[in-house]
């Protein structure tokens, strides 16, 4: 029984290394338009050459969030796009881009850009260095700015400390809005755009009076917690004195604090 | 002048005898009684306890304790409040779901019983997608369908389904709720959020990939939850994709 459980350990930890790891390079030429739904871009293409990776389709189908870096996709293109397929059909596959923006993973054909996209490491495609990624700060204001769109007057706000994720960043925040909790988790790309944004869809926490403290908070954030790793721990935002609009945010913007792993404000 | 006599002897007799009950009866307690007043002119208290169980008048969940004390009745004792049938709880009546009513429908259409912040943030908030709701510590898992269907235009029943698949799967994962009264339920901790989280995801996911025939839209779904359970949510197991 313990040795079944170790097994379907082993074989799911296997899966999410190789899920996150599995990148493919591949040569394509386009065919349709390029159309977009509430989820995602997305173009299609046939399949004429692979250069890395185990590419079992014939024609895929590419997913992405925004498209900055290549205005007029153009037919032939070199493709980076990593696992696995979400399709069913085993002629057809469909992939996640390598970035949320098509500039990284869909790179108009010449053979000299094939030579020099073969040479890269998968640890370098998945990625983008770091002189060209948004600097964590500024991922934080765009938050704080979410923050007050999405729940106008949000009080005692906490961010969780960035998380990078591929050629963009994973950000979080708690915050208190009518004495209920409130979380907004945000993906954003190095391109400074917000590509997905989901707040919390279930009651977190219900103080008894809608006037809730700033003790409160921290005592509620400390116990929300305890069962969290320090280092995961969001940290206090000190508030503006009014709604983040105009000149306020920018005055603001400087004394935001990077989250640390500090944990909550004392 | 004998007559005026009598009279006057028989109208003290008369006022004693209606002032002492009256007066006993004003100073009983609540689970008092007036005692017999023979007992009392012989020097007996004025009033004795009402027998255990004894109603008390505008308290449906409270009773005498025999001793002359209020106590409350056992938690779930069936009561009445404006009318209606209800349960107590720590020595309230609540009012509760008929027989057969199903409770999401019940709290939906008394949402007035809930404090303001749930109105707002539960039915009031568009994101809100699914509670667990809490009358007097029973539980019970409930969908906002029309906030889904709201947020996810242009998605097909099926695919709806499966966010409510999502949503009756992670309210499982545990709820605070108050013992008594009205409320909804809440994650325990932190942990045990991103652990429901990413189980309703990936029973979400599951459910995207059984819709047969798959379409554009269901894999665009599907890449969108696997992405976020990877890469926001940090998931320790990720769903299947060739199962």
Redesign the interface.
Known sequence: MKRTWMLSFII?GS??VS??ADIMIVRGRQRGAI?T????I?AEYDVTEVGRGNMPKKAV?V?FKENTGTPALSSDVILILRG??????PDFG?Y?LVSPDSAHGIIPYSSEAWTAVLKKTDEELSDAPESERLPAREAIGLLRKKLYEVYETPRHIYYYPP?R??Y?W?L?ALCV????V?EL?V?ISDTGNII?E???????????S?DVSAEEMELFVR??????PPDEWPTWDPEPPSTMSGSTAEEHESSVPLPSNSGPMP | MNWNRRVWTWTVVLMIGIAIPAYATDDCEPCEEPEDPTLVSQGSDPCRPKAEGAEVENEPCKECDGAGGIQNKEDGASCKVNGKDGVCCDGVCYEVPGEGEDPCDWASSNQGKFSQAIQDEVWGDTNCFGYVVCINGDTTECVIREHIEGQNSDWTEEMINCVCVHELNHINAGANCPPCGYGVGTFPDAETKKQGECEAYKAQWECLDDIEPETELTRSAKNKYFEYMLNDLNCPVMPDPFN
């Open positions: 799911a899966f999410v899920a996150s159309t739904n509430t989820l995602n997305r189908e997913l696995p397929s979400f399709s069913k059909n469909s996640s998380r994720a591929p963009s994973s979080a809005r009518n004495g209920a409130k988790k993906r997905s989901t707040p919390n869809h279930y009651p977190i926490k219900f103080f008894d809608a116990d929300y917690h305890r069962n969290t």
